[in-house]
């Protein structure tokens, strides 16, 4: 069967060539170019030029190839790259046995998934009512034009066209999931009628992959969704960026009396978590940096207030970066209000009520920034209802992301959590496998063999032997087997486990979580074939062989929580903690690195410097 090409072009315009022909009359020449020794000059000549147009297939737009035989051309026109041709059917039944994969949401888990996935074996499609991907840690930044909105995002098109991969894009709303029949059904964002059915469509898919985020968590406090602000997109910040001017601009208007100066000059932040900690530090240096020289006469009556329901802000963070932080605000002047929860706003003012004695307070305010953590979107929650979990917070999924009770879906992000398999459930299953010789009881040599598949498995054994200051896992069962050839029966062996389950932690809902899950499911993906004909996982311990996949572990990197005045405090990995003006440097650097783009890189630190000498802009825009 005739090659049309080494590589071929999809064309609007193609004359195709008769490959058999070719040969034969190639062959004369061919034979001389031999004599003339300039055969390898031509084969390198065809190799770097195949290599050229794979690197870059923009290039092929510009070949017109000649040949030899009667002067035949083939052009080649708005040409997209695909795989070898050949001339029948074949390579058709091969582009349709493509999976689909669907990936809901272009936040941090899923461009982490787009950017990492190499394989060209699947048909990829992604449906977002946002169609740029968000740096969200610099989000507080924008609330006060350190950083300008533009600079902290990227278009999604822009960073799946630098993959090469065919990725299509929909801006749409996914508002509801039908693991039965494999569908997404979606709407657009467009307000306009599309088509006579208001945007509406539904997409097939054989893998299903959830990075719809989550959204903030009120608890069904009353008047919080009518007047507080949040914080969880761009148009968020924005949002808060003209309030805080506002008040400033209602502030100095000679009508306004003392008290509702007060008031409208009193900027309330609900969460001592890092999102409310970071905007009362950059709001605060706002005001002294910027505000103040602008409107001198109202300064003085600026007040921030951070409340939580805790008894310390921070409270995810080191002691002593807590300790810290608490500190610094008392100089700074923002006033900390530990233990206090809020029940109810207003439009004028917030109700808190103290955690220990019940006493309600009321607290005017200008405006109200909620921050208190997160929960699942509505379409998360109706899929949860289809699957019988509707009684989790969220989405729950095995260690290799899979969410459970459905084939072929995965969640990732801050939608989801890892239901960690518990050993005792376990315990009977793992003795049997240990137990080789099938005795009833396990020896040390025993014990070992399946030592590593244990402790990959269940991670929170590793934990427990931290907690224990051990190296192995054998050291638990060390009394048992002083003896090298005494043997534990399963009574001992479930003793010697059985504290384990008591280390296991949910991870935390954070970017640095949500990119590392990203990218092991692409490499997963990338996988996929290789590893189901080899598995390179750990032991089935309920079943037979080796899972296919090693399980999902997350590293942690450290943390950061800026706090103001240039002074950042991080919590590293091996429990160090680094507080002061140099950790603000580390903390441009690695915000700096994690940027999606070199655009989006020389955007942010082109802002940074312009604050830097120019100041912070306080237009109403």
């Known amino acids: 069967m005739a090659k049309t090409s080494n590589f071929t072009y999809r064309s609007k315009y193609v004359v195709s060539i008769n490959s058999s022909e070719c040969v034969k009359k190639w062959e004369p020449i061919k034979n001389q170019n031999q004599k003339l020794g300039f055969t ?86 992604v449906v977002s009512p946002k169609n740029y991907f968000l740096f969200t840690p610099l989000l507080p930044s924008v609330t006060c034009g350190t950083v300008e909105a533009r600079s902290i995002v ?26 039965k029949k494999k569908k997404v059904y979606c709407r657009s964002t467009q307000d306009t009628n599309l088509g006579g059915k208001h945007g509406e469509f539904s997409v097939d898919y054989d893998y299903l992959i959830i990075a719809m985020g989550a959204q903030s968590n009120t608890f069904n406090t009353p008047g919080v969704e009518q007047y507080a602000h949040f914080l969880k997109g ?30 409208i000059l009193h900027f309330v932040c609900v969460g001592g978590g890092p999102a409310g900690v970071e905007f009362a530090a950059e709001l605060h240096d706002f005001v002294k940096e910027d505000l103040a020289k602008l409107y001198p006469s109202v300064i003085d009556r600026v007040q921030i207030t951070v409340i939580e329901a805790s008894d310390h802000i921070l409270n995810m963070f080191d002691k002593r970066i807590t300790a810290f932080a608490e500190q610094k605000f008392s100089r700074d002047g923002i006033d900390v209000k530990t233990g206090s ?9 917030l109700s808190t009520k103290e955690r220990a004695t019940g006493k309600v307070s009321h607290l005017p305010y200008g405006m109200v920034l909620w921050a208190t953590g997160i929960g699942p979107r509505p379409e998360v929650i109706d899929f949860m209802k289809q699957i019988g979990q509707s009684n989790r917070r969220v989405l729950a999924t095995d260690e ?39 005795s009833g009881t396990l020896n040390l040599e025993e014990f070992q063999e399946i030592m590593d598949d244990l402790v990959e498995r269940y991670p929170q054994l590793e934990l427990h032997l931290k907690s224990k200051q051990m190296r192995n896992i054998d050291e638990l069962l060390e009394k048992s087997w002083q003896n090298p050839t005494a043997e534990v029966d399963i009574e001992t062996f479930k003793s010697a486990l059985s504290q384990a389950d008591s280390q296991m932690k949910n991870l935390p809902a954070t970017a640095q979580v949500a990119a590392q899950q990203g990218a092991y499911l692409a490499n997963c993906f990338n996988r996929m074939e290789e590893c189901e004909k080899y598995p390179e996982g750990p032991l089935r311990f309920r079943g037979v062989g080796r899972h296919c996949f090693q399980p999902f572990r997350y590293k942690h990197f450290g943390m950061f929580a800026p706090l103001g005045g240039e002074q950042t405090a991080a919590h590293l990995p091996g429990d160090w903690v680094s507080i002061g003006h140099s950790t603000q440097w580390l903390w441009y650097s690695v915000y700096a690195s994690k940027l999606v783009s070199w655009r989006t890189r020389v955007l942010v630190v082109s802002d940074w410097g312009r604050r830097f000498v120019f100041g912070r802009d306080s237009s109403r825009l």
Not at 154 to 179: M, N, S, W, Y
């Open 40 to 125: 390898m000059w031509g084969h390198s000549f065809y190799e770097s030029a195949s290599r050229l147009l794979r690197k870059h297939p923009s290039v092929s737009k510009l070949l017109v190839v000649v040949t030899v035989s009667g002067g035949g051309l083939a052009a080649f026109h708005e040409t997209t790259p695909v795989h070898t041709v050949y001339a029948d059917s074949v390579q058709e039944d091969q582009i349709a046995k493509k999976k689909k994969v669907v990936v809901l949401g272009t936040g941090w888990a899923g461009v982490s998934f787009l950017k990492n996935l190499k394989s060209s074996n699947y048909d990829v499609e």
């Open 154 to 179: 990227e278009p999604i098109r822009c960073i799946t066209k630098k993959k090469g991969l065919e990725v299509q894009f929909r801006e749409a709303v996914c508002h509801k999931i039908d693991p």
């Open 234 to 263: 761009i148009e968020d910040a924005m949002k808060i960026r003209q309030s805080v001017i506002n008040c400033f601009e209602r502030a100095s208007l000679p009508c306004v009396s003392e008290e509702e100066r007060k008031n």
């Open 341 to 349: 929860m809020v029940v109810k706003v207003t439009d004028k003012e």
């Open 400 to 438: 290799w992301l899979r969410v459970e009770g459905c084939d072929g879906v995965y969640a990732l992000g801050d939608c989801a959590t890892i239901n960690q398999r518990r050993v005792m459930e376990d315990i009977v299953e793992i003795f049997r496998t240990a137990d080789t010789d099938k």
